[in-house]
T-cell receptor, first 117, second 114 residues
């Protein structure tokens, strides 16, 4: 009953370093999302995917890249981390409209706290 | 594009008092609306949703929200709050005819005073 699992939970980077956040879901959901949460800014959509091999830009995509090579995984990459990317990152997933009663409900992971020095 | 405005960043309220958290949306097409709750140090979870039908929707823990199309609002209410309701509440919107992109408001932090 894992749902959405994010790794790592915490990470500290130096400016310019790269890293990848991994999101894994075991609910066979088609759609997956990466949001960032900052004080006073709420949740802002970074990138999302509507299926394996597809990705799309959200509200704040600059400085991030994503990949969805497998249906259950959605990776968020920072090629050259900046202090402005210090945030809590949340992954979420949901099923496609018309597929089950949960089609409109996002399931969130517990979050990944990233600090860029 | 759709957008969501939560007018209050923080709402303090005494325990057992009523509360209303405000949410307004903007969209040129029909929308679905949601309230999510985030308890301290946790991810978000769905509180309630409006898709169609009755404009008043309720959650299992006493919250309710009313969809008002003319005022483009989806305010969240509870007649009597408990200390366990301390959390941040997020309003979210997606277009009814497009189920991929879901946009969240900036959140309202509910402080329950003893």
């Amino acid at each position: 009953n894992a749902g959405v699992t994010q790794t790592p939970k915490f990470r500290v980077l130096k400016t310019g370093q790269s890293m990848t956040l991994l999101c894994a879901q075991d609910m066979n959901h088609e759609y997956m999302y990466w949001y960032r949460q900052d004080p006073g800014m709420g949740l802002r959509l970074i990138h999302y995917s509507v299926g394996e091999g597809t990705t799309a830009k959200g509200e704040v995509p600059d400085g991030y890249n994503v990949s969805r090579l497998k249906k259950q995984n959605f990776l968020l990459g920072l090629e050259s981390a900046a202090p402005s990317q210090t945030s809590v990152y949340f992954c979420a997933s949901k099923s496609r409209a018309g597929v089950g009663s949960g089609a409109n409900v996002l399931t969130f992971g517990a979050g990944s706290r990233l600090t860029v020095l | 594009a759709q957008s969501v405005t939560q007018l209050d960043s923080q709402v303090p309220v005494f325990e057992e008092a009523p509360v209303e958290l405000r949410c307004n949306y903007s969209s040129s097409v029909s929308v679905y609306l949601f309230w999510y709750v985030q308890y301290p140090n946790q991810g978000l979870q769905l509180l309630l949703k409006y898709l169609s039908g009755s404009t008043l929707v309720e959650s299992i823990n006493g919250f309710e929200a009313e969809f008002n199309k003319s005022q483009t609002s989806f305010h969240l209410r509870k007649p009597s709050v408990h200390i366990s309701d301390t959390a941040e509440y997020f309003c979210a919107v997606r277009r009814a005819n497009r189920d991929d992109k879901i946009i969240f408001g900036k959140g309202t932090r509910l402080h329950i005073l003893p």
